[in-house]
């Protein structure tokens, strides 16, 4: 509503001795000037700018006459103003402005600039009047004059010896005898016998009051803290025709402040609480409407010792209240009762090093023009803690403080409320909530719904509009703020309305005269052309938009004319373009609905207007009567009219109605009177025959019937025009927002299927419920209540101590106004259930479970219920808890929510929860039946909290071995870690849930990161000896470590690794080799080792064909096939490399220098099929310092290609790095010794094709490595194959004559063989060129299996042969040193002189395999 904005700013007093400082202020009526008044000088001030006209000092022989001055008061048309004085002396002084045009400061303009030419009404706009202040008469009244109160023609003077005077503006008293306070008769409504009770003693008499026009009384507060209401039963104003009426439970009054808009007195009391009366209409008794006080929970500490309630002041435009106490402090309420802002916490009373600031004291405060600034009069510096001796301190003088406001454009034009934007108002700027204009076209208006702009469309790529909307209304906290035009506001200043059209793209603003408007998508404000016509028009009723055009209500000064008036946004601004009807009386509030315009008037009628594009032209809109409706029986003053709306809520819900259509039509004006909403229907009960006219313009309208009251102490209504059949309940209903009772909404109640409703059922319903926030707009079908919130910025710490300790920076924070938002849906659901409506909640929830938010709706729901019923001290004698867990069954995410909610509450009601909802071990197992894995592992938590150890394990167990079938990796690492918990002893601290990912965690692929294994070791850089022959495992740190800690003899660990092992198996024995590769290199399984182990058992090769085909399956590898061309080339007899080895092979020396040369960019975008430069020191830095950025280079499945990134030495793998997509001048320059024919470039190229993935061939040579060191060469025997790679073979052949290799083996690799051979043969004649390459190996192989001797313990002892070796020389080049990964320490010396080769393949292969987050640096 309203919003503190920046930090106050203070005005410059001319200082005088400390006694001269001022302590009083006062607007007059119009708030242009203010009255300050110090003990003997009255000052006028100017409020734009704010600067000070004139001061009047008494001459101190007078001053010593009268006393020190009091208080002002001005005449209702500003030509006066009445000060009282100590000594009981009222002075009058004349304002005069001095002679012709003179002001203050002149404007000097350039020559030939436009405002030289003499524009009507225009300098006295630039700038303050110069004025004269002349004392014309003096009053003596005899007593101490306690209050002054300005009412109509004459001034009301109360004074301490209980009379109370009428005296005229000239200062006379025209005859009137004084009233005496004694004399007029109190009780507690006016229905009781005419003679009161009277006050009864001598020495009673008024300390404040306040005159109510729209109650024609006064608000009173006696001296001894009595609180009344004054009003004179006729016309005269005699003690014989007064009658007082007192509520009895109000004794420590203070001051008093009356609104005259809501008919409502807020008496301030002793005890810090502000409360507020209502006069009842019927028996005229004041009766309490709500009250205003600060609660314990919201201010702890100060909450009872803020002192009396000094003064108490409503805005201007009767919507907020402002509160200060005697002992500092200022508060801000909605006219019901919402807590707006509060100064006395926060960063208002505490300094940012936490230490507590005295709260500003506040001696007088005064509402500016509109309400945009509070004047304030500061009490004396109590907050100059020390004694300073600076006497000029600026905080001891009292000063003058202008607090700056934002309020909402629903204040003064409620036609707003229709709309879904908020859009709230400055002096200056207005600040609306949709972003760009581009992207605010709202997707649910019919008529723009197609042209939304194609960058947006996809940002979502699921089409759905309503997530579209949202973004735009949700995205940030940030405003879009626009300024408005300087030229406009100098002459026009201050802006009074402002209205923005339902797409969010046009602004219009009013201000004293005429009106302009702006749009977002050119940036340009559209101002009158002509300024005359500006200035001859005062906008009174607001305005609205209605499409592209504007429609207002104005009074035209020339012609004396109130008038309604259409402007075509796009043309220019010119009555020329306007379409004007003429009205009778003035208009107040105007609203439209859509083609309708509503209006009320100040002679309490009700007018509605068809408006419509004409046909003669595309330019213009007419307008026509409809009907009009006389109110003045029921609207005692039209002034107290807040809003009328023409709305299509009615009491029947549509279904009942005669005919169908008639739903649609406008049916009921709703009406909100000083905070009643009125409700008057179309009456439908006489014949409806009129309907079938055929000419619809000719209709005649039903008329309405007599109002009735729906609601009371309302301050605003929303609904809206548009119809959505999948959500009838939240379009159909009506949003009411009641203060400090929170939000209503009146709710229309459907039969389910469109069955007969029920005789007894309601068709409506009206529903509470508390919002946190205050309400400015509410978005129909996302169920959200959009609002505003005051934040603070503290910048004292910018200031150092002493120096500056008096700043308004450091006394103040800098407010700041911020978007928010908040769900009701929950609420109503509840609000419905309580009521039994369950089949209405169902349906109203299914219409809302698309919404993004929704799972977090029915999570409130259930959290809100269980901690009220669970915490209650009392017994609960019908129980909402199950019913709501009965309720979310009906929703797929019923398991969620449950698990959800309980981890969000305390242990000791979990068993309150879970009685309701079932039993959490069955609810766990329906989770596994769904699939659902991660919410299986929220209730396992649970179950580890409330079950005993064997029995989580026991579902720890089922969860762990359905995630490893599952491959979520993950969520296994988590299991692991939580069944060590359970087996050692910790399960008495919970361990944390299972997220998605941790960041935090490297992963279970340190276990590889910590071992450098080289595929081809150069004997000249390195001495073999260098190298352990046997495999070390080094330890890996992390949190997936832990398994492999020291106590891995312990039970638990060998449980896990059973359950570990069982699952190799499985996928052994299932050919799975690629889930193989993952499943280690996620959960950093031993792979090796258990190979040894299992070599002759599950790591056997039963079958090779299905083997083959398998992989062939696995990692989409294309079988091969014969290539048309003659095959007949160097390449059978194995001379040459075929592809990729032989590129490698040849060009890695000449390349290796070439890249290092590139320097460290080169290795960040390193590509080529050749790889990575070598694990420079250069390099292993930046892989470590890279380590954040490092982790994204796995996020991406691993059939996709494209997301991944390549820094330092985490080789990029999503571009194929083989010869295809390589560069070809490199080839070329590298090969130029040698001559390919045609035949051998075909071949190539044919190899090329018969090749998978890039990928999966560095899958399979990782693979390949594995199993060669764990010595299980039947599957070496087969990827070879694969791979078509005859140096394998060659490799493995090696190893079987160098070492004793299990007999049983190499009878299953030869049988293996020849199986596959056959297979080719028959099926698959591509291998056969393959096979009869490698057929000499293959001849020798059989030949060592028929010599075979039984071995002993095998030892793999020259596993360190490259899958690539290419020719006899590089053999012998290269040392047959082991792949055991070095350990830790010795990562710095021996592997960073290992080869780029090596280290790229290394890196190629670890990260295949890596689903996860975790980052992979080689060492």
Avoid at 122 to 144: S, T, V, Y
Avoid at 420 to 447: F, H, I, K, M
Avoid at 1350 to 1372: L, W, Y
Wanted: a negative charge.
């Amino acid at each position: 509503m309203y919003f503190l904005s920046g930090w106050p700013k203070r005005l410059l007093c001319p200082l005088g001795r400390p006694a001269e400082a001022p302590f009083h202020v006062q607007s007059d009526p119009q708030r242009t000037f203010f009255a300050v008044l110090a003990p003997a000088r009255l000052s006028i001030w100017y409020s734009r700018p704010s600067v000070l006209i004139v001061t009047y000092k008494e001459p101190a022989k007078s001053s010593s006459q009268f006393g020190s001055y009091k208080q002002a008061e001005w005449r209702p048309d500003s030509t006066m103003i009445a000060v009282s004085t100590a000594n009981g002396y009222i002075l009058f002084f004349h304002i005069t402005s001095t002679r012709g045009d003179k002001y203050l400061y002149e404007p000097v303009y350039p020559k030939g600039s436009p405002q030289m030419k003499g524009t009507p009404h225009f300098k006295e706009e630039q700038c303050a009047p110069a004025l004269n202040l002349e004392m014309r008469k003096i009053l003596d009244l005899q007593a101490p004059i306690m209050s002054l109160q300005s009412v109509l023609e004459d001034l009301l003077v109360a004074t301490s010896d209980g009379l109370l005077h009428l005296i005229h503006w000239e200062g006379m008293t025209n005859g009137r005898k004084a009233i005496n306070l004694c004399t007029v008769p109190f009780s507690v409504d006016l229905q009781s016998s005419r003679a009161g009770s009277f006050l009864g003693f001598a020495d009673v008499h008024i300390r404040d009051m306040e005159y109510c026009a729209t109650l024609d009384g006064f608000a009173v507060v006696f001296n001894d803290g009595k609180v009344g209401f004054i009003t004179p039963v006729s016309s005269r104003f005699t003690a014989e025709q007064l009658h007082g009426v007192w509520p009895q439970d109000v004794v420590d009054g203070t001051c008093v402040a009356v609104n005259n808009k809501y008919r409502l007195m807020a008496f301030g009391c002793a005890s810090g609480s502000v409360q507020v009366y209502t006069i009842d209409n019927t028996t005229g008794a004041m009766l309490l409407s709500h009250k205003l006080e600060l609660t314990a929970k919201q201010y702890p500490d100060i909450w009872n010792k803020t002192g009396a309630v000094k003064l108490v002041r409503w805005s201007p435009d009767n919507s907020v209240v402002i509160v200060t106490w005697e002992y500092g402090g200022l508060s801000l309420w909605s006219v019901f009762g919402a807590q707006l802002i509060c100064t006395l916490g926060g960063d208002f009373a505490y300094r940012s090093d936490g230490t507590k600031k005295d709260p500003l004291k506040i001696n007088s405060m005064s509402w500016g023009a509109e309400g945009y600034h509070l004047w304030v009069i500061s009490g004396f510096g109590s907050q100059n803690t020390e004694n300073d001796s600076d006497s000029k301190s600026i905080v001891k003088q009292p000063g003058i403080l202008l607090f700056q406001f934002i309020k909402s454009a629903l204040t003064v034009n409620p036609c707003m409320s229709n709309q879904e934007q908020v859009l709230l108002q400055g002096e200056d700027r207005l600040y609306l909530n949709c972003g760009e204009a581009s992207q605010t076209q709202n997707p649910r208006s019919s008529s723009h719904s197609g042209h939304k702009p194609s960058r947006e469309k996809n940002l979502f790529a699921d089409g759905s509009l309503e997530s579209q909307s949202l973004s735009t209304l949700l995205g940030h906290r940030h405003w879009h703020v626009v300024q408005i035009s300087s030229t406009y506001l100098e002459s026009n200043w201050p802006i009074r309305f402002s209205a923005i059209d339902k797409l969010g793209q046009n602004i219009a603003v009013v201000g004293k005269f005429g009106f302009a408007h702006y749009s977002l998508l050119t940036k340009k404000w559209k101002l009158f052309g002509n300024i005359t016509q500006e200035q001859n028009m005062i906008v009174t009723g607001g305005l609205a938009w209605w499409n592209d055009f504007i429609v207002l209500a104005c009074y035209n000064i020339s012609d004396h004319q109130e008038e309604l008036r259409v402007y075509l946004r796009t043309s220019n601004l010119d009555n020329a373009f306007a379409h004007v009807t003429k009205t009778q009386a003035e208009t107040l509030l105007l609203s439209v609905f859509r083609d309708m315009v509503i209006v009320f008037r100040a002679d309490c009628s009700i007018c509605l207007y068809s408006i419509e594009r004409r046909s003669d032209g595309p330019n213009t809109a007419g307008i026509q009567v409809l009907q009009e409706v006389s109110m003045s029986r029921y609207i005692p003053h039209p002034f107290l009219v807040v809003s009328v709306t023409l709305t299509s809520v009615s009491t029947e819900n549509g279904i009942t109605l005669k005919m169908p259509q008639q739903a649609r039509d406008a049916e009921s004006i709703m009406l909100n009177l000083a905070g009643q909403l009125i409700m008057m229907q179309r009456d439908r009960s006489g014949p409806q025959i009129r309907e079938k006219d055929s000419n619809p313009n000719q209709r005649k309208l039903l008329p309405f019937c007599p109002p009735v009251v729906l609601a009371q102490s309302v301050e605003n209504v929303w609904t809206t025009c548009r119809a959505n059949k999948q959500k009838r309940h939240l379009l159909e209903a009506l949003w009411l927002s009641c203060g400090g009772a929170g939000m209503k909404v009146w709710l229309p109640l459907f039969p389910r299927d469109h069955r007969k409703p029920h005789s007894f059922l309601s068709q409506r319903i009206m529903l509470p419920f508390h919002i946190n926030i205050y309400p400015l707009a509410v978005l129909f079908e996302d169920a959200l209540v959009l609002g505003a919130v005051n934040d603070t910025l503290l910048y004292d710490s910018l200031y150092t101590r002493n120096s500056a300790r008096e700043q308004l920076e450091v006394l103040f924070p800098f407010c700041v106004v911020e978007r928010t938002s908040q769900i009701y849906l929950h609420h109503i659901l509840r609000q419905l259930l309580v009521r039994n409506l369950g089949e209405q909640a169902l349906l109203l929830a299914q219409s809302c479970a698309a919404l993004p938010y929704f799972p977090h709706v029915l999570e409130l729901m259930l959290h809100e219920v269980l901690e009220e019923e669970a915490t209650s001290r009392e017994p609960i004698p019908d129980p909402l808890l199950p019913t709501v867990a009965k309720f979310i069954t009906e929703f797929p995410l019923f398991l969620q929510t449950v698990v959800h909610c309980a981890r969000k509450t305390e242990y000791a009601l979990w068993n309150y929860l879970f009685a309701a909802v079932g039993n959490p071990k069955d609810l766990f197992e329906e989770c596994l039946m769904a699939q659902d894995l991660d919410t299986a592992a929220s209730y396992l938590i649970i179950l580890q909290n409330m079950e005993v150890p064997a029995v989580s394990r026991q579902h720890a167990t089922l969860l762990f071995s359905t995630a490893l079938e599952q491959g979520k990796w993950d969520l296994c690492r988590h299991m692991i870690r939580f069944l060590k918990a359970i087996g050692s002893g910790e399960s008495e601290t919970p361990p944390s849930t299972p997220t998605a990912q941790e960041p935090s965690s490297s992963g279970g692929f340190e276990f590889f990161r910590n071992r450098s294994i080289s595929l081809s070791q150069s004997a000249e850089n390195v001495p073999a000896s260098k190298f352990s022959l046997q495999k070390t495992l080094s330890m890996p740190s992390g949190p997936s470590g832990k398994r492999w800690s020291k106590d891995s003899d312990c039970a638990e660990n060998m449980y896990i690794d059973m359950m570990l092992w069982r699952h190799a198996r499985r996928l052994l024995e299932e050919v799975r080799l690629k889930d193989l590769g993952c499943f280690a290199a996620q959960l950093g399984f031993e792979l090796i080792s258990w190979l040894c182990r299992e070599r002759s058992r599950a790591a056997r090769v039963d079958n090779f064909v299905l083997a083959l085909k398998r992989l062939h399956k696995d990692f989409l590898w294309p079988l091969p096939i014969i290539p048309a061309s003659s095959v007949s080339s160097p390449f059978k007899n194995g001379k040459y490399r075929t592809g990729e080895q032989l590129l490698k092979s040849q060009s890695a020396d000449p390349f290796l220098n070439l890249e290092i040369d590139a320097g460290i960019s080169n290795v960040q975008r390193s590509q080529s099929w050749l790889g990575n430069i070598g694990p420079t020191h250069h390099e292993i830095d930046t892989a470590s310092s890279h380590g954040p950025q490092m982790q994204d280079a796995f996020l991406s499945p691993l059939s996709n290609k494209g997301d991944e990134c390549s820094i330092g030495s985490a080789t990029d793998l999503t571009e194929s790095s083989s010869m295809v997509d390589g560069d070809w001048t490199m080839v070329d320059e590298n090969f130029s010794t040698l001559s390919l024919t045609q035949s051998e470039l075909e071949h190539i190229s044919m190899e090329l094709a018969s090749k998978g993935p890039h990928k999966s061939q560095v899958q399979l040579r990782y693979l390949l490595h594995i199993f060669m060191e764990a010595g299980c060469l039947d599957w070496c025997i087969v990827i070879g194959l694969i791979l078509r790679e005859s140096s394998v073979i060659n490799q493995i052949l090696v190893i079987i004559q160098s070492s004793e290799v299990d007999g049983e083996m190499l009878q299953n690799i030869k049988t293996g063989v020849h199986a596959v051979d056959r297979w080719a043969s028959t099926d698959c004649p591509g291998y056969k060129p393959f096979l009869n390459i490698i057929k000499p190996q293959l001849q020798k192989l059989s030949e060592i299996t028929e010599e075979q001797v039984q071995p002993e313990a095998f030892q793999p002892i020259t596993v360190g042969k490259t899958p690539e070796q290419t020719s006899p020389r590089a053999e012998e080049n290269r040392s047959s040193s082991g792949h055991g990964s070095i350990p830790q320490g010795e990562v710095g010396g021996s592997s960073l002189v290992s080869r780029k080769e090596e280290d790229t393949a290394r890196t190629e292969e670890e990260e295949p395999f890596q689903d996860g987050t975790y980052d992979c640096s080689v060492s």
